[in-house]
């Protein structure tokens, strides 16, 4: 990603994706079946994520900045491209009965493009793509790692000799949206993918106590496959997903359970 001191210069924001690149999240089983019962991708305001360390907005190194108000206008949502990883199962299964789903890039943009499509009901389809391709409302993309120093640093370059109120203007309209697509290096194994709606100009939450944008989908869709969390029992597995799949007509073909805990015996000569 590079940033531009002109606020007129949009950020730019490499990806390594494609339509077809697959993204995956862990959720507890009860946020899955909220999903697929009522038909909607959820986007937190990232002032309200649990981990201030998953957001610079919030890191130390940035708290000595004047104003960070803005932060409360920003909803994202986190993916990862590591399809199996014990950290990750670790970090977020913490009752060894969550899943991880499956969708593609292709299945976000198609929530946003819905989103944006009922804000803007009056513009066509391509104009709602243009819509999306300014970074100043949309954004998504690889997550990028940097040292704690070298944010700070480039925190600290990117502001430069501004006074206080074009600091404030320029965090609030390059430097969040810029730094939300960057963590410290010792995230690196999450692999992170990361999708942002900008509301500014409070026009898709009119009401600061909203804390969350939702992304009409089609959940069985969206969803392409649905693992259980390596740790579970059979027992409960079995019943489980048995149960996914009769109460919401799922192939059972697309629930599984994670095998990164099945033993591989390997036979010596």
């Known amino acids: 990603m590079q940033t531009s001191n002109n606020l007129d210069e949009p950020i730019t924001i490499e990806k390594d994706l494609n339509d077809e690149t697959p993204l995956y999240r862990i959720l507890p089983l009860k946020y899955l079946i909220k999903m697929?019962?009522?038909?909607?991708?959820?986007?937190?305001?990232?002032?309200?994520?649990?981990?201030?360390?998953?957001?610079?907005?919030?890191?130390?190194?940035?708290?000595?900045?004047?104003?960070?108000?803005?932060?409360?206008?920003?909803?994202?949502?986190?993916?990862?491209?590591?399809?199996?990883?014990?950290?990750?199962?670790?970090?977020?299964?913490?009752?060894?009965?969550?899943?991880?789903?499956?969708?593609?890039?292709?299945?976000?943009?198609?929530?946003?493009?819905?989103?944006?499509?009922?804000?803007?009901?009056?513009?066509?389809?391509s104009d709602i793509l243009k819509v999306m391709s300014n970074p100043d409302l949309f954004i998504y993309g690889d997550v990028q790692y940097m040292s704690r120093e070298g944010i700070q640093n480039q925190i600290k370059s990117d502001l430069g000799n501004k006074g206080d109120d074009e600091n404030t203007a320029y965090l609030r309209e390059k430097l969040i949206p810029y730094y939300l697509l960057t963590k410290q290096e010792c995230y690196r194994y999450e692999e992170e993918v990361r999708v942002a709606i900008f509301d500014t100009s409070n026009k898709f939450t009119p009401h600061k106590k909203i804390d969350s944008i939702y992304l009409e989908i089609d959940a069985k869709q969206f969803i392409k496959e649905i693992v259980f969390d390596p740790e579970i029992s059979e027992e409960l597995y079995e019943r489980l997903s048995l149960s996914l799949a009769e109460k919401f007509q799922i192939e059972s073909s697309k629930i599984s359970k994670s095998s990164l805990k099945s033993i591989t015996y390997f036979e010596i000569h």
């Not at 000595?64 to 590591?82: L, M, P, R, V, W």
């Not at 789903?101 to 513009?123: C, H, M, Q, R, W």
């Open 36 to 125: 697929i019962e009522d038909n909607k991708f959820t986007l937190i305001k990232v002032s309200k994520w649990v981990d201030r360390f998953e957001s610079p907005i919030d890191r130390a190194c940035i708290e000595n900045i004047s104003n960070t108000e803005g932060k409360d206008e920003y909803f994202a949502s986190c993916f990862t491209k590591s399809p199996e990883s014990e950290a990750m199962w670790k970090l977020y299964s913490t009752d060894n009965i969550s899943v991880r789903i499956t969708t593609t890039v292709k299945d976000v943009l198609n929530a946003a493009k819905g989103f944006f499509s009922a804000e803007y009901p009056y513009l066509k389809e």
